[in-house]
């Protein structure tokens, strides 16, 4: 608090400020996440992002990885653009747009499932170590301890040597990486509630344990889920990248995916320089959508938390 | 403080332990004769048998532990499948360009990280807050790898600033005593050496350093500005003080600790990093090796690479946490 | 008043401005004066403006977004005009502060005597050495047991008591001439509070430093203030001599003041009469008394603007148009 703070007058809430009819938390919360310039943008890349993944097989001129005009990559020089291909032909003789918009369709899915699957995991763990406590939670905090105290890199490397090189692969070592993540976050949400006067009135009233932390307390704590699953996202999508630059991915080497057409341009950085650009590019246009629209949706959600 | 040390220190011989129990019942759930398994592609009867030597096989389970667990205590992680060469030699070769590298893009992110949040907390809203607040976003969102491709591109290859990749010259004939390229050139006096090592540096560094970078800023900013609103730095106004000692003793001293811990956190997504760097600089570091190693599932150097690293993390944050207590007495004492 | 005063603040005024929102006014206009080794309350509810008043004495206030007018005169010099590193040289040596929060007044990883040292070290010429030994005597005078020992720990390890101790000595280290204590027992509890303030004035009487006391706690001026200013909407209302603001209050806020205050003596079953309404019900100065909405003798007549301050003797005015009876009538 500076002496600014303790002085002003409190504001009162902006939804009374509006009015408008029903201005509940949601309501209020996406009236401030329109008005944020930086969370439109973050909007609309991650808008765009979805429609290419989703929209590919009608986007794309060609198919992916067809490796169809091979024969036009010399080991000098990779064909530029056409009149046929757009944007040109990758090292592989694929047409270039065309293996841009599939990449922007593996980076969703397996960002997508992945945090997915990490989310319900750790949602379930956080739960079950926040709504039961004693023993289970400890037992629970441990195992994200553990889990935590692990670098994502080995996770990933483990769990690929186990598995074999393929998407799977990729997707189970994300989400294993984010399960701590979220089971702490849905741990300490319902922690936080469990003092507060509304669950202690609820339990007065007789209801159940199991009633307040699935009816009251979890919908409590969508708001700081739904942030952090979008802001996990943009993480996921760069480490999709990262791991398929390592080789962890789907062993064809002319897949459509962008870590992995960023890894096969750097043989001909010097004669075809927008092979890594164009992936790149999107790896980070990408992510920064996530970032932004998750930035934004904690600072709707939680006015005080700007800075 | 002496028993956080022995605590953390118990704490990482029980995760190590149960960390062999897994890679242990990893092997032997390959599917399959486990040698075979091992040996994949590259079976042969000969294979088969002498890694039947080495793993005991043939011997009930837990005697076969009791042996890795005796192998691995003594260090002894095995012989690449690939290369026949012991695990622990080629770690000793090339994790140091490893962590020459990963400790030069700290110092980096460091030198320039703590001055510039500071400085854009200080100057909230300024030009520089701005720049620095957009930076940092930047910097959480271009992944390393293209970083570091661009960057070898446009200073290395286009400009011809800094060499495109590898840790040094080969023309020049320098002598290797502990594998630290920059700190063998001023242990033998080859000043070239070292120079040249650093140049070699300077492109993976930044690169590299970009993630940590854009991290203590962010930290750095939003703890000054924590800081600059508490009551003890008015106390410190109050007490006639100069700006320079109220920036560096009230300011900055409190505003750093939570940056410290940030740091310790930093050491995997850092290892990650180095790893990513490396492949893009041609350096012959743990990243290219752990590359080779995972494509043709070299399950001796997985397991020593899985059991090394989480020693180091494990290390790298106990020394984070007794820093942090050096620096924080409310820590110290509890 | 006589002659110069120590501290002579006149028609100091501070306005907030922060992006997006109207100006507030905090202080609208203050003015009192301390003379050399005089201890003077000021007195008010929370949001009156008392706070910002000590902190724009001691140029303290953010510089952003503040703007202060008005002359805040130390010992002749005008302090609003002093530069912000001369301004520094005088903090700490020539007046110095005590504040409100002493769990988070001190800085939490340095060690006590580092905290007492460096003031000193900042305006005497102390050695290192010198200045330790200095820092443990001052321990030792705010009543601190195992000084030496204490020097060497971390506020964290200290009571809240303890810490306000450790802040008066911080205050009184260099001498100052003048001390602005903030509120320095609010923070504590209810046992340590009378301590802490029977320390204070008694430092404070024996070594003749003036003090402006800043309270809500009309009881805690009672005790320790030779003179009083009751602050109302960011103006003085009334100053008087603490024994007559006590038995002949004129400002009907004032009145309504002690009213709320318990008094032991009073007749069992006697009812405390708050003060109706809250800060925020309150019109401009500039159209007439703040305190109207607010007063049960208010009317048409008290919608002037800018009323003064009058009464029939200079050490005792009111700004008030209906106040209450001359001290004769009480008499």
């Known amino acids: 608090m500076t002496a600014l703070d303790a002085l002003t007058p409190q504001a009162p809430p902006p939804a009374e400020v509006t009015g408008g009819g029903g201005a509940g938390p949601w309501r209020s919360a996406w009236r401030r996440l329109r008005r944020n310039p930086a969370g439109i943008v973050g909007a609309v890349i991650v808008l765009l992002f979805v429609l290419v993944a989703v929209l590919a097989p009608l986007l794309a001129p060609f198919r992916p990885a067809t490796s169809e005009w091979f024969g036009e990559v010399t080991p000098t020089s990779v064909p530029g653009p056409s009149d046929e291909h757009p944007l040109g032909l990758d090292s592989y003789g694929s047409d270039l747009l065309t293996q841009l918009i599939y990449g922007a369709r593996s980076s969703l899915v397996i960002g997508v499932v992945s945090t997915a699957v990490g989310l319900a995991v750790g949602a379930l763990l956080g739960v079950l170590a926040g709504g039961i406590g004693g023993w289970v939670d400890t037992v629970i905090m441990r195992l994200v301890d553990v889990l935590l105290s692990i670098p994502s890199l080995l996770l990933a490397v483990s769990v690929a040597a186990l598995l074999g090189r393929s998407p799977v692969s990729i997707m189970l070592a994300i989400s294993a990486a984010q399960v701590p993540i979220f089971a702490r976050l849905l741990r300490a949400s319902l922690l936080a509630q469990r003092g507060q006067d509304y669950v202690v009135a609820l339990r007065s009233l007789g209801l159940r344990q199991r009633r307040i932390v699935v009816g009251h307390m979890l919908p409590n704590s969508l708001g700081p889920v739904l942030v952090q699953a979008t802001l996990t996202l943009a993480t996921a999508v760069i480490e999709v990248a990262a791991l398929s630059f390592l080789g962890l991915g789907d062993p064809n080497p002319a897949v459509a995916e962008w870590g992995r057409m960023l890894v096969t341009a750097q043989d001909r950085l010097d004669q075809a320089p927008w092979l890594a650009l164009y992936p790149g590019i999107a790896i980070a246009v990408t992510a920064l959508g996530f970032t932004l629209l998750g930035e934004a949706l904690r600072e709707a959600l939680d006015p005080r938390s700007g800075r | 403080m002496l028993t956080l040390v022995v605590r953390r220190l118990a704490l990482l011989v029980l995760v190590l332990f149960g960390l062999s129990l897994l890679l242990f019942a990893w092997v032997r759930a390959l599917p399959g004769d486990p040698a075979r398994a091992l040996l994949g592609e590259k079976a042969t009867p000969a294979g088969i048998a002498a890694v039947n030597e080495r793993y005991g096989f043939d011997q009930p389970v837990w005697q076969q532990y009791l042996t890795y667990l005796g192998q ?142 854009a991290i203590i800023v962010r930290i750095t900013r939003a703890s000054v500005l924590d800081v600059l609103s508490d009551d003890h730095v008015r106390t410190a106004e109050a007490k006639g003080l100069s700006r320079a000692v109220i920036s560096r003793r009230h300011v900055l001293r409190n505003a750093l600790l939570p940056v410290s811990t940030t740091l310790g956190l930093q050491a995997g997504a850092l290892l990650s990093g180095a790893v990513l760097t490396e492949t893009v600089f041609s350096i012959n570091g743990i990243g290219s090796y752990l590359f080779d190693a995972v494509t043709q599932l070299d399950y001796p150097v997985l397991q020593g690479f899985i059991l090394f690293i989480a020693v180091v993390y494990a290390l790298v944050n106990l020394v984070v946490d007794i820093s942090y207590g050096v620096i924080d007495p409310r820590v110290r004492v509890s | 008043m006589t002659g110069v005063s120590l501290l002579d603040v006149e028609d100091l005024r501070v306005r907030f401005q922060r992006k997006g929102q109207p100006a507030t006014t905090a202080v609208d206009g203050v003015s009192f004066s301390v003379d050399a080794g005089e201890v003077v309350g000021l007195v008010g509810e929370s949001g009156c403006g008392k706070s910002v008043t000590s902190l724009a004495v001691m140029g303290l206030l953010p510089r952003r977004g503040t703007s202060i007018s008005g002359s805040v005169r130390f010992d002749g010099t005008d302090l609003l005009a002093l530069s912000p590193s001369e301004l520094a040289r005088r903090r700490g040596r020539d007046l110095a502060m005590v504040f409100q929060d002493p769990m988070t007044s001190l800085n939490p990883v340095l060690t006590l005597g580092r905290q007492l ?145 318990p008094r032991v003596d009073a007749p069992e079953g006697t009812p405390l009469h708050p003060v109706r309404g809250s800060v925020n019900d309150r019109l401009a100065w500039e159209v007439g008394c703040a305190f109207a909405p607010r007063c049960a003798h208010a009317d048409a007549a008290c919608r002037v603007p800018d009323i003064a301050l009058s009464g029939p003797r200079p050490e005792h005015t009111a700004r008030c148009v209906h106040p209450a009876g001359t001290p004769l009538e009480v008499a």
């Open chain 2, 72 to 213: 691995i205590v003594r260090g002894d992680f095995g012989a690449s499948i690939n290369t026949g060469e012991p695990v622990v030699t080629t770690f000793f070769e090339r994790f140091p360009a490893t962590i020459e590298l990963s400790l030069a893009a700290l110092v980096l992110a460091i030198v320039l990280g703590i001055p510039l949040g500071y400085l854009a907390a200080r100057r909230r809203g300024g030009w520089l807050d701005n720049a620095v607040v957009g930076g940092s976003l930047l910097g959480v969102v271009v992944p390393v790898f293209f970083l570091a491709v661009l960057l070898k591109y446009l200073l290395a290859i286009q400009l011809g600033l800094f060499p495109t990749s590898g840790r040094q010259d080969a023309r020049i004939d320098a002598t290797h005593v502990t594998n630290f390229y920059v700190l063998d050139g001023l242990l033998t006096r080859e000043w070239d050496a070292s120079w040249d090592a650093l140049v070699h540096l300077v492109l993976p560094a930044i690169a590299l350093g970009s993630i940590p970078l």
């Open chain 3, 117 to 261: 040292t460096e003031v000193l070290r900042a305006h005497t010429d102390l050695d290192r050495a010198a200045a330790k030994k200095e820092a443990v005597e001052l321990l030792g005078r705010v009543g601190i047991p195992d000084p030496r020992r204490r020097a060497g720990e971390f506020p964290h390890q200290l009571s809240g008591g303890m810490r306000q101790r450790v802040l008066i000595a911080i205050a009184l280290a260099c001498s100052p001439r003048l001390i602005i204590a903030d509120e320095p027992t609010t923070a504590l509890d209810v046992t340590i509070q009378a301590q802490v303030l029977d320390l204070l004035t008694t430092l404070v009487r024996e070594s003749g430093t003036a003090m402006v006391l800043i309270t809500h706690d009309l009881g805690v001026v009672a005790g320790t203030c030779d003179r009083v200013n009751v602050l109302y909407a960011g103006r003085v209302v009334e100053s008087a001599p603490r024994g007559e603001l006590f038995a002949a209050p004129r400002h009907r806020y004032t009145q309504g003041l002690l009213a709320a205050v």
